[in-house]
């Protein structure tokens, strides 16, 4: 498979994910393909994510059908008529994808684990195909939270915590990954968290 990635993910309460209390989580197994779970939204003008069944991925090696949840995964792609997956329009694109607001406890502690499975043109300096997932932290009247102070008044984008990034210097996987995030504290204010995952495809340059 060439340029097709895949996500599961679970959004988990407490400072370890292991006997920690599960607030959130999604093995993307009831929406019908290609609609995203209840109650996410994705800013995505290519529609290129979308939820997939593995039976759609006829032409893929068998490492990238043993989906962790079942039957269906998150994709930012499209699945082409011989079962391969590709996210190469020919243009450069971008889309996001996020949850749901879930509730969470001032100064609570929370993780985010989930699995992925990610192919990409690899370029050692990097700065392309950039896959990035982020919490968002917002107070009761929706305002966006800085992750660390709690000032509020911010735009979006000022007020993602990074949890996991990965570009084309990044090996592509031969297998699904697990990921599991560093602990991170709900700031003064919190009371709702989303969590993002965004991707962009930018074309390599030309060898010369």
Known sequence: MRRAMGWLLALVLGVGVFGAAQIYAENFETPSPPDLPSG????????????VDKAQFSGEP????????????????????????????????????RTGDQPVEESGWYQVAFSYYRVVEEYAPG????????????????????????????????????????DSSHASSTEWQEFVSDPFQAPTGASQVYVAVSYTHLTLPTKR
């Open 127 to 166: 700065g392309y195909d950039k896959a990035t997932a982020y919490v968002v932290f917002q107070n009761d009247q929706e305002e966006f939270l800085n992750p660390t102070t709690g000032e509020a008044g911010l735009s979006e984008p000022e007020a993602r915590k990074v949890i996991f990034y990965r």
């Open 40 to 51: 996410w939204d994705s800013v995505d003008e290519e529609g290129l994510w979308k939820t």
């Open 62 to 97: 068998a490492a990238v059908r043993n989906f962790p949840s079942g039957d269906q995964a998150l994709y930012y792609g499209n699945v082409l008529p011989n079962g391969t997956g590709s996210y190469d329009t020919g243009e450069r694109t971008k889309g996001c994808v």
